[in-house]
C-alpha cells in the first residue's frame, strides 16, 4: 500500500482564477506565449477564449441539478434522517432522480 501519493502529471494544476486573468490578457498575445508566461494549458486556453467565451465548466461531466437544487435536496433527505427514516443508496438516487 503506497503511504505517500506522487503526483505523475501536472494536469489540473492551475487555477480558475490564473486563467481568468490570462483569458483577459491573452487578447493582446498570442495563445502559444500566453499559456507559456502563466503557465496554463494551451488547449484549455484556446478552448475557453474561442469556443466558451471564458465561461467556466466544472471537470467532467456536468450535474444534472443545479447548486440550489442540490442544497435542497440535501436538507430534504437530511430532514428524513432526522426523522428516523433510514436512508440507503437506492433511496438517495430514487429521491434525487424524482426531484430532478
Same mark, same amino acid.
Do not use: C
Given at each position: 500500500?503506497?503511504?505517500?501519493?506522487?503526483?505523475?502529471?501536472?494536469?489540473?494544476?492551475?487555477?480558475?482564477?490564473?486563467?481568468?486573468?490570462?483569458?483577459?490578457?491573452? @487578447?493582446? @498575445?498570442?495563445?502559444?506565449? #500566453?499559456?507559456?508566461?502563466?503557465?496554463?494549458?494551451?488547449?484549455? &486556453? @484556446?478552448?475557453?477564449?474561442?469556443?466558451?467565451?471564458?465561461?467556466?465548466?466544472?471537470?467532467?461531466? @456536468?450535474?444534472? &441539478?443545479?447548486?440550489?437544487?442540490?442544497?435542497?435536496? #440535501?436538507?430534504?433527505?437530511?430532514?428524513?434522517?432526522?426523522?428516523?427514516?433510514?436512508?440507503?443508496?437506492? #433511496?438517495?438516487?430514487?429521491?434525487?432522480?424524482?426531484? #430532478?
Amino acid at each position: 500500500m503506497v503511504r505517500t501519493y506522487k503526483r505523475k502529471t501536472d494536469a489540473g494544476e492551475w487555477s480558475q482564477e490564473k486563467m481568468k486573468e490570462v483569458v483577459n490578457k491573452v @487578447q493582446s @498575445q498570442e495563445l502559444i506565449e #500566453a499559456a507559456k508566461i502563466f503557465t496554463v494549458p494551451f488547449t484549455s &486556453l @484556446q478552448r475557453r477564449v474561442t469556443l466558451s467565451k471564458g465561461i467556466i465548466k466544472r471537470r467532467g461531466g @456536468q450535474p444534472a &441539478l443545479d447548486e440550489n437544487a442540490e442544497k435542497r435536496l #440535501a436538507d430534504w433527505l437530511l430532514h428524513f434522517a432526522s426523522r428516523g427514516f433510514g436512508i440507503t443508496h437506492e #433511496a438517495v438516487r430514487k429521491y434525487a432522480f424524482e426531484f #430532478a
